[in-house]
């Protein structure tokens, strides 16, 4: 019998790869306390915030916290579902669907999801997968565009858990996508589905998730990918300059934020005769509190009460086939040199190497 080599059947196990899809993270129920769990551990982060430490402490404690938790579990309540948050739920399908086509594409992976806030945390989700022997993994953060306040944020705790563990697996990490071409199409195609159906709006809104100026101006590459994916979206369903406008949502506190708004954008569009729009959040791959409740509800209300006569909401990707295949598309190009192939001799190799297991764990007397 042939016996296996290390490094790929490290302590007699079989190495396997994991693609871990990580997203932003949600409270867990829409009560007051949850979401100010949820927001004490989000804004605390100095990647998310960085005004300094002491003097951002009393804001968060004496200001954020007491008031907006109640505000925000209030909207949280407004497009909560039986099974949860649609952040939640989304990227729980979202994993469990690569896995699937990933599997078409011939990878036998194990697909986990994680929350940077809330749960299932990344420590636990990155202990279980060591557990479950995982000695390859590939961070996939489900932001399409980089930011420091997000996807650094990712590799912060991801790499503040691994100061704490002897034995590293080999890790890699998605720094963006914002100019993949599946996922452009991905977007083409969901609008042009709604098209379709509804018929076509006066001008289309790009909304995506705003960040204080100051981010920009010491060089986070979020904006500028924020606007190549506008750019490439608009050229791929063929508008002109004049049929889209590129905006940003989700302001927090008194410091200028990225330009222009979203929700001052459809009031003026409003005020200067648009009668139809319809809003697109390109950046967001899963439908989520900022989509569902800030666009569809408060920026919808908004631009009726201005004058404007009907507003579309067009859906996230969320787990349409022409994303999910992107997606997998997306991970393959990162696993690239890892063996994750399944041929028929790997398949001989994993049955010979459970025989061996069985036969020495009966040797020694415990159990098979
Ligand atoms: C200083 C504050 C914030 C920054 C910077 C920020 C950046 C940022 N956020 C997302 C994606 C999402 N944010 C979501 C909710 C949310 N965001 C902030 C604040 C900042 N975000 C808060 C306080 C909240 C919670 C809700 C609220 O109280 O308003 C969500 C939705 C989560 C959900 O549970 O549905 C997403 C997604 C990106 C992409 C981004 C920077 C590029
Ligand atoms: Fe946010
Ligand atoms: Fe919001």
Same mark, same amino acid.
């Given at each position: 019998m042939?016996?296996?080599?290390e ?5 007699g ?6 693609v ?12 007051? !306390?949850?979401?100010?769990? %949820? &927001?004490?551990?989000f804004l605390w982060?100095?990647? $998310?915030?960085?005004?300094? *430490? ?5 804001i ?6 007491p008031?907006?938790?109640g ?7 407004s ?5 949860g948050?649609p952040?939640?739920?989304h990227?729980?399908?979202?994993? !469990?669907?690569l896995?699937g %086509? &990933?599997?078409?594409?011939g990878h036998e992976?194990q $697909?986990?999801?994680?929350? *940077?806030?809330?749960?299932?945390s990344i420590?636990?989700?990155?202990q279980k997968?060591?557990?479950d022997?995982?000695?390859?993994i590939?961070i ?17 705790a991801?790499?503040?858990?691994y100061q704490q ?6 890790l890699?990490? $998605? ?5 993949n071409?599946?996922y452009i ?15 076509r709006?006066?001008?289309?809104v ?7 100026k ?8 979020y904006?500028?990918?924020?606007y190549?994916t506008a ?6 369903l063929?508008?002109?300059k004049?049929?889209?406008?590129v ?9 200028e ?13 409003a005020k ?10 390109p950046?967001?791959?899963?439908d ?7 666009i569809?509800m408060e ?7 201005a004058g ?13 086939p022409a994303w ?7 991970a ?5 040199g ?16 459970a ?7 009966k ?5 098979a």
């Amino acid at each position: 019998m042939r016996f296996l080599k290390e490094p790929e059947y490290s302590h007699g196990k079989i190495a396997k790869t994991a693609v871990v899809l990580i997203n932003l993270g949600t409270p867990d129920a829409p009560t007051t !306390s949850a979401v100010r769990r %949820y &927001l004490k551990q989000f804004l605390w982060d100095r990647r $998310v915030v960085e005004v300094p *430490r002491p003097i951002w402490w009393l804001i968060l404690h004496g200001v954020i916290l007491p008031f907006r938790s109640g505000q925000s579990a209030k909207k949280y309540a407004s497009v909560w579902t039986k099974d949860g948050s649609p952040l939640k739920i989304h990227t729980q399908k979202q994993a !469990s669907l690569l896995k699937g %086509y &990933l599997g078409e594409r011939g990878h036998e992976v194990q $697909v986990a999801y994680a929350m *940077r806030y809330g749960s299932p945390s990344i420590p636990d989700v990155l202990q279980k997968l060591k557990q479950d022997g995982c000695e390859r993994i590939l961070i996939l953060p489900a932001y399409p565009q980089y930011s420091a306040t997000t996807t650094a944020s990712n590799f912060d705790a991801i790499a503040q858990h691994y100061q704490q563990v002897r034995n590293m697996p080999e890790l890699r990490f $998605v720094k963006n996508y914002h100019d993949n071409d599946g996922y452009i199409q991905a977007l083409k195609l969901s609008i042009m589905n709604h098209w379709q159906t509804h018929g076509r709006p006066e001008k289309l809104v790009m909304s995506f998730h705003g960040l204080p100026k100051a981010f920009l101006l010491r060089g986070d590459a979020y904006h500028c990918e924020c606007y190549k994916t506008a750019r490439l979206l608009a050229d791929r369903l063929g508008l002109g300059k004049d049929d889209y406008v590129v905006s940003f949502q989700s302001r927090l506190g008194r410091a200028e934020w990225l330009q222009p708004y979203t929700a001052p954008t459809v009031i003026k569009l409003a005020k200067e005769g648009v009668k139809r729009l319809d809003v697109v959040c390109p950046g967001f791959i899963a439908d989520c509190l900022e989509t569902l409740e800030e666009i569809s509800m408060e920026v919808r209300a908004d631009f009726l009460k201005a004058g404007g006569k009907e507003f579309n909401y067009i859906p996230c990707l969320n787990e349409s086939p022409a994303w999910m295949r992107a997606l997998a598309e997306i991970a393959e190009q990162h696993l690239i040199g890892w063996p994750t192939m399944i041929t028929a001799s790997v398949r001989e190799e994993q049955k010979q190497h459970a025989l061996i297991s069985r036969a020495e764990a009966k040797r020694l007397g415990g159990e098979a």
